[in-house]
């Protein structure tokens, strides 16, 4: 039987039909070639593109106008009844004191209120028994805005005299510090640009749009620790406000020109 003549027609369409599909191939070479870029490619070459990243901060200092005093009484007993009852006595005195003191209700608030056993020292000779508790020990914080300076030291004074035996610190803030942070944006501003030109420079480019801004601020208050035991009555407590710091940090990035 004779196969070379069916083989070689064989042949011969499977050329044609490999020599169309590369012929329709290089047309849509040519077309895609002849269309736009894509969005997604273009924002591929945009990345691609020499940027300048820079940080920096704005500060601005000024004297505070308020202060935040946290202090309390910690009283202990043999029953937690008797101990948070101790407490309420306490508490209720250091109330009165700061009313005295010309604080208003809405400037008190409790911050941390605590009832805890009180458990004797451990003993190894007892190694498996359960420690005994000894006592109850009851706590009660309370933050107090002092929104006249000249009355820190006398509400500190009131808040011991009256009963208060933990003075946890004095924290000084301004009430509006919203002038002061616009003029700490600026300074940031000022120095990102400094540094722009500077850099730009030092490193031969030329930089170009602003690509973004962005800024993360914060008041930094210095505070003022003090012991209740420390404080003398006869003589009256004395505080340094000093001053605040408002700062600003603004993050920036130019794109480098080509």
Do not use: C
Request: charged share 20%; net charge neutral; aromatic share 4%.
């Amino acid at each position: 039987m004779n196969h070379s003549s069916n083989v070689t027609p064989a042949r011969a369409a499977l050329r044609k039909r490999l020599t169309g599909a590369a012929l329709a191939a290089g047309l849509l070479l040519g077309a895609a070639a002849m269309m736009p870029v894509p969005a997604w490619a273009q924002a591929q070459t945009e990345t691609q593109e020499g940027r300048l990243s820079l940080s920096a901060q704005g500060e601005v200092r000024i004297a505070p106008d308020m202060a935040t005093v946290s202090a309390g009484a910690r009283t202990r007993a043999d029953t937690a009844a008797d101990a948070l009852a101790a407490n309420a006595r306490a508490m209720s005195g250091v109330f009165q004191a700061l009313e005295r003191a010309g604080i208003a209700r809405r400037d008190i608030q409790t911050s941390g209120l605590s009832l805890n056993a009180v458990y004797a020292p451990y003993d190894s000779s007892e190694r498996g028994r359960e420690q005994r508790i000894v006592g109850y020990e009851a706590s009660n914080t309370v933050r107090v805005i002092v929104r006249d300076m000249d009355r820190v030291g006398r509400t500190i004074d009131a808040l011991v005299s009256s009963g208060a035996n933990q003075l946890q610190g004095v924290n000084f803030t301004h009430s509006d510090p919203a002038e002061a942070r616009d003029e700490a944006r600026r300074r940031a501003v000022n120095e990102l640009n400094r540094l722009r030109a500077l850099y730009a420079d030092a490193a031969g480019i030329s930089t170009g749009r602003l690509i973004s801004l962005s800024e993360s601020s914060s008041a930094q208050p210095y505070p003022m620790y003090a012991r209740a035991e420390a404080v003398a009555m006869d003589v009256g407590t004395e505080v340094a406000p000093g001053e605040i710091t408002i700062s600003v940090n603004v993050d920036a990035v130019w794109a480098i020109q080509p």
